[in-house]
């Protein structure tokens, strides 16, 4: 578990070394807003023997803080499928993001970490998460690839993971 609050503190460092760099940005329609999706995927692992589907719900706000990185807080729903005989749960994540866009319109990469809690699971732990994306942007919308991963000791149940595909669509401040 260290390791991951070093990773975690590692990444929210960074991102404050980009927001220093920077001068004191007002948030325009131009520069930051408000990010609504949904996204599908297969667990992965030892969650493939108990469940076979996530769906997810995503919200985000983020602000350029150049012309090539974006940062912000993000959250959300993911709700697991139980296979048969099983009962169905979730994760809540709550936490920061920062995406590098090489251009205006194209391919961009970013990650999202955080704590995810658990719902559905009675004395049920959370855990780090962290989820990597890789995908294509415009002015209005992103579709992207993704790993999610929630990070928890093998006493608290294991990792919860999956992978699949996703899509934001952008709501600009006014």
Not at 24 to 48: F, M, Y
Not at 63 to 69: C, P
């Amino acid at each position: 578990m260290k390791k991951y609050i070093l990773l975690l503190t590692a990444l929210v460092g960074s991102m404050s070394v980009f927001a220093q760099s920077t001068t004191s940005t007002e948030v325009t329609s131009r520069n930051s807003w408000l990010k609504i999706g949904a996204n599908v995927g297969v667990p992965v692992g030892d969650l493939s023997d108990y469940s076979s589907l996530a769906l997810g719900l995503d919200l985000k706000g983020q602000i350029m803080t150049t012309n090539h990185i974006g940062a912000g807080i993000t959250t959300g729903y993911n709700h697991f499928f139980a296979k048969e005989g099983l009962k169905d749960f979730g994760t809540i994540p709550l936490g920061a993001f920062l995406r590098y866009y090489p251009q205006s319109k194209g391919f961009f990469l970013g990650t999202d970490v955080g704590y995810s809690f658990l719902t559905g699971v009675e004395d049920g732990k959370g855990g780090f998460y962290v989820r990597p994306e890789l995908g294509y942007h415009n002015y209005d919308w992103n579709i992207f690839g993704f790993y999610n991963g929630v990070l928890r000791g093998d006493d608290n149940g294991g990792n919860i993971q999956h992978v699949g595909i996703g899509f934001t669509y952008n709501i600009r401040f006014k």
